[in-house]
T-cell receptor, first 110, second 111 residues
Framework: DADVTQTPRNRITKTGKRIMLECSQT?????MYWYRQDPGLGLRLIYY???????NKGEISDGYSVSRQAQAKFSLSLESAIPNQTALYFCATGSTGELFFGEGSRLTVL | EDKVVQSPLSLVVHEGDTVTLNCSYEVTNFRSLLWYKQEKKAPTFLFMLTSSGIEKKSGRLSSILDKKELFSILNITATQTGDSAIYLCAVELSGTYKYIFGTGTRLKVLA
């Protein structure tokens, strides 16, 4: 089993719909991150969390919200999806140094 | 504003060539610099550098950090088609533990 698991792996939705991307990890790390990747723009940080009571905004948090349900679970929500949120989303975990990534969730908003 | 800049954005070489990928950064509180390789989906870890002037090496790949001039390079010698990927550079910030990524360098190695 993967150390960092994201669901769904692929999702197509319509403008205005609410979408949740889920992430769970078995590495026991406190830090969890959500990034989005767009062609030519690299990985941009949406939100990050150090524990269930510590949530921080990243560079591009507008239009997104997160929930840290437990140390091992960190979900990303789009309350009302719009087409420019079409992207590849990555969850990552870390303790000191290296980040470990999930396989990504490809979201398409029509 | 913290930023990480990679160059070139893309590169096409032939098998056997040597390539050098560049990563420069301007950040408030540097802790470490990391290199990742991204093929199909998830980035995979290559190196983490914290000290200036010390080369990290793994097979045909090597990397070095210059903390005075604020950059790092990733060298790949005797390239193979399997080296084709996006190479990402990231800087970890101390205090906040945020990771700022560059835009990546897309490397294509032709047979």
């Amino acid at each position: 089993d993967a150390d960092v698991t994201q669901t769904p792996r692929n999702r197509i939705t319509k403008t205005g719909k609410r979408i949740m991307l889920e992430c769970s990890q078995t590495k026991g790390h406190d830090r969890m991150y959500w990034y989005r990747q767009d062609p030519g723009l690299g990985l941009r940080l949406i939100y990050y969390s150090f524990d269930v009571k510590d949530i921080n905004k990243g560079e591009i948090s507008d239009g997104y919200s997160v929930s840290r349900q437990a140390q091992a679970k960190f979900s990303l929500s789009l309350e009302s999806a719009i087409p420019n949120q079409t992207a590849l989303y990555f969850c990552a975990t870390g303790s000191t140094g290296e980040l470990f990534f999930g396989e990504g969730s490809r979201l398409t908003v029509l | 504003e913290d930023k990480v800049v990679q160059s070139p954005l893309s590169l096409v070489v032939h098998e056997g060539d040597t390539v050098t990928l560049n990563c420069s950064y301007e950040v408030t509180n540097f802790r470490s610099l990391l290199w990742y390789k991204q093929e199909k989906k998830a980035p995979t870890f290559l190196f983490m550098l914290t000290s200036s002037g010390i080369e990290k090496k793994s097979g045909r790949l090597s990397s070095i950090l210059d903390k005075k001039e604020l950059f790092s390079i990733l060298n790949i010698t005797a390239t193979q088609t399997g080296d084709s990927a996006i190479y990402l550079c990231a800087v970890e910030l101390s205090g906040t533990y945020k990771y700022i990524f560059g835009t990546g360098t897309r490397l294509k190695v032709l047979a």
